[in-house]
Structures are given as structure tokens and as C-alpha cells.
DNA sequence: CGGCAATTTGACCACATTCAAATTGCGTGG
DNA sequence: CCACGCAATTTGAATGTGGTCAAATTGCCG
């Protein structure tokens, strides 16, 4: 076996609850281990798969931080997510056979590797696999309507924030604090994800602390007041 | 049988090609014809369903144009996709058993409906259909990470010639003409979907005239240089 | 013909971008 | 351990793109 590929289990992965279906039987629980067929490792910087490679799997995040990107031709790119431990990434190769996107980990990572033929044959079977498998991609594509939302109609503070909430959320899901994060991004790849420039990225996280709002020493943020934050992504109008 | 809802069969239907799988048996096209369970009209500004509604199918069109848009709590909304014959919306719906977005018709529409359970029936026995749907909601995905590109780092000039030359790709696929089509939607909305105000947009409907781009009267569109167009969504770099 | 909605156009303004420079933090090697 | 170099970040000043507000025009439908 490559050294860099781990036989595993989801049966007793901690982070199952975030990546399968619950309520299964032990017996398919098993059989889903059997599709989980390996782990893979990869540094920071480097790439899970690539746009125009040929899509084989998903992969769940197990360890680690994500960034997926799309180029237009003349070079310009949008960051269109970051991922993080229990999330999926990979679905975009679906239609085309071929990925669409990169992938890239923002630290050090690893993750399930989950051949979607294997999937596709065994959520045939398993009806609630089959309902995940459609629910993750329901839940991606209203994640992103909820993207373009924020950048079709929304200024940059409202952005910053909506971000920065929404980030806090998904770590809070995971254990983490409501309060603090560390964010595992430049402001450059958080201005291409919001529609924005990195010093405009900055300036704004500099206003928010001046408005008593944020904690930020670099990467570290400490939310001192979510009301505001939520307050300024959805404006209250006044009775 | 509600006088708003026909019976019919996707066997015999010239849009088949569009929004179902090819090479499938009579066997297994006369078991979708049984999926395809009725036929719904809409009128031109009537809603196909609407956020917060329970989701129970997906629809294909079958004749007209819709649009999507979801909205935020304080009222802002965006236009998250046009829809044309033999597109399927409806997919934002899985996730959480509610919609999450309005379609409305933008003119009086035609649409298929297909019991969501139905579909994930038949998917686990026709493998086909499987991968069509998980196929369908891959291409939304990729559409959705191409629309923000678009929102977070193109011009306005950029994005409008965009959406005109994917609008009438759409349209030529379906046998229409490559150079002209006549926009469903108003200015208000097509700013909307690409995070412009309806003035911006309309400003750069002149400009494209001036340039000799494009023939606008109203909502008759003809593309008179479709390599420039193409030229201003990607610009090339002279060597 | 009249009324209304959609569109166009102009003038002014605001927000975010651009360009530039200074500062900070971090990893590496002396 | 400190010095150095590089990348990331912050901040400032000037600019530009698209937004706002307002008014005029067009087209459509009753």
C-alpha cells in the first residue's frame, strides 16, 4: 500500500455524524467502510485534485482546511469555498467526468477517498446513502445561492461579516469556539472568495475592530459583539 | 384529474434529450413516463413554488422560461438563475424537505413534475437515471461556481456580455437562432441576477450599441459581433 | 387616447479599487 | 540568539466604476 493512503474505518470516525447518513444499521455502517476504501494525506499548499483531472472520488475532510477555486481563462480566479473536516469536496467533477475546480489544503490534511462508482452502487442499495448522497449536493447548491446572494447584493462590510459568522458557525458545529477562530486563509483568498480586494478585506476587519466589533491580531479573530456583526449582514429597519 | 394538470409521457417527448438520460430501453423509458407523473401550467408572473414550501418533486420545463431568486431577511433579493426548456429546478428543495428559493414563470410555462421519491425509486433500478440526476446536480453546481466568478471578479461590461452569449448558447442548443433571442426578463431582473443596478445594465446595453456590438430594440436582442463579446469577457493579453 | 410600467439618460456621489509605502511576523541561516 | 529576507498585512491618497436620484422617453394594454 502507498505509504501515503491509510486502510480506515467510518464506523468509529468521530466525525461521522458530519459526513453519513445517521440511523444505520451496523451492517451497512460496514459496508460503507468498504467504500471509504483509504486516506489521504496531503500538505499544505498542495493540491487534492485540479481542474481538467479526471474525477474518480469524493473526499471527506477528516483533518484540515480547504480552499476550491475556479480560473477563468485569462487568469483571474474565485475562490468558491472553503471546506473544512466532516464537509465533501469533489462534487463539481460529476457532470463532466472531469474536475472543474481545484482543490487546494490551506494546512496540512487529510482525507477519506471515496470512489463514486463505489457510492453510486451502494446507495443503490442503501436508501439512506442514496438520500445523503443527493442532500449534500441539494445543500451545496443552496450554499451556493447563498453565496450569490452575498455578492450580487451585498457591501463589504456586510460581506466580512456574513463570512466571519458563517465560519464561526461551522467551527461551533465542530466543537470549536462561538467566539474565537483562526483564520486558516490570507485576506487575499477571503477578498476572492467575498468579491473584494485584500486591502479592502483588510480595511474592513480594521473598522470592525475600531468599532469594538473584532479582536484581530492577524489570523486570530475574537468576535466581541455577534449582534452587531449580525446586525450589519441583515440591517434592521426601523418600526 | 385537476383541470390544471394533464397526463403524459416523456417517450414521445422532443425535449427528452434535454432532461433525460440517453440510450435507455422502451422497458425503462415506459417505467419514467411513470415518474413524470402529470403536467402543470403556469402563468407569467405565478410562482412554480416558493421558499419555505414543502419540497416534494422536481420540475422540467417544458415550455416557457422561469427564473430563480432567493431573498435575505431584510428584503434584498437575487436572481439566482434563468431556466429554459428542458431545464430541471426544484433541486434546492432536497436538502431540507422546504425550498429555499421562488421559481417563477416569466412568461406562461409548461412544466413536468416528478415526484421526488419516485425519482429516488426508480434511480436505484435504473442506473442511468442515477447518474443523470446526480449529473444534473453536479451541472448546477459548476453553474453556480461559474456565476461567481462572474459576481465576484468580472466589470459590468464583462458580466452582461457574458450572460448574453450563455443565454443564447442555451437558446441555439434548443434550435433557436445563435444571433438573436428576445431577452424574458426586465433589465431590473437580469441586474439583479448579475449583482448590477437596472440603469448600470441598461448603460451597458448602450454602450454595446455605440461599440456596434449589438442591435437592441427592447427586449430583441441581436448579436451582431459575437467574437468581440467574447473578446470582452476574456480578454487577451497581447504577446 | 390615457395611464402605467419599463427603459433610457444625465448629473452627482459613494464605495471599493489602485498604487504606493510602511509595518509586522515568520522562517532560515549565520 | 539575532539578523536577514520574504510574504502578508496595514494604511494612506488618488482614482474610477457603478450606484443613486431624478427626469424624460418609450412602449404596451385597456
Chains 1, 2 share one sequence.
Not at 37 to 52: D, E, S
Not at 87 to 96: K, R, S, T, Y
Not at 163 to 176: P, S
Request: glycine content about 6%.
Amino acid at each position: 500500500m502507498n505509504s501515503n493512503s491509510i486502510k480506515v474505518a467510518c464506523s468509529n470516525c468521530n466525525l461521522r455524524e458530519l459526513c453519513m447518513p445517521l440511523g444505520l444499521s451496523p451492517i451497512e455502517l460496514e459496508r460503507i467502510d468498504d467504500v471509504v476504501a483509504n486516506r489521504r494525506k496531503i500538505k499544505r499548499g498542495a493540491t487534492l485534485f485540479r481542474n481538467g483531472e479526471k474525477f474518480t472520488s469524493l473526499y471527506a475532510i477528516r483533518t484540515g482546511f480547504f480552499k476550491t477555486c475556479v480560473a477563468s481563462e485569462d487568469g483571474r480566479d474565485q475562490v468558491t469555498g472553503f471546506q473544512m473536516a466532516g464537509e465533501i469536496v469533489g462534487l463539481d467533477g460529476i457532470v463532466h467526468d472531469h474536475h472543474t475546480c481545484d482543490a487546494i489544503a490551506l494546512e496540512d490534511a487529510e482525507v477519506c477517498v471515496m470512489p463514486f462508482d463505489r457510492i453510486e452502487e451502494l446507495s443503490r442499495e442503501v436508501n439512506a446513502l442514496q438520500r445523503h448522497v443527493h442532500k449534500i449536493m441539494s445543500r451545496e447548491i443552496v450554499r451556493e445561492n447563498g453565496v450569490m446572494l452575498l455578492l450580487g447584493s451585498m457591501r463589504a462590510e456586510e460581506r466580512l461579516a456574513a463570512f466571519l459568522l458563517n465560519l464561526v458557525q461551522r467551527l461551533h458545529a465542530r466543537g470549536f469556539s462561538q467566539s474565537e477562530l483562526i483564520l486558516r486563509m490570507t485576506r487575499e483568498e477571503i477578498g476572492s472568495y467575498l468579491g473584494l480586494k485584500l486591502e479592502t478585506v483588510s480595511r474592513t476587519f480594521s473598522k470592525f475592530v475600531e468599532d469594538g466589533i473584532v479582536e484581530v491580531k492577524q489570523r486570530h479573530v475574537r468576535i466581541l459583539n455577534a449582534d452587531k456583526l449580525k446586525d450589519i449582514v441583515n440591517p434592521k429597519v426601523c418600526n
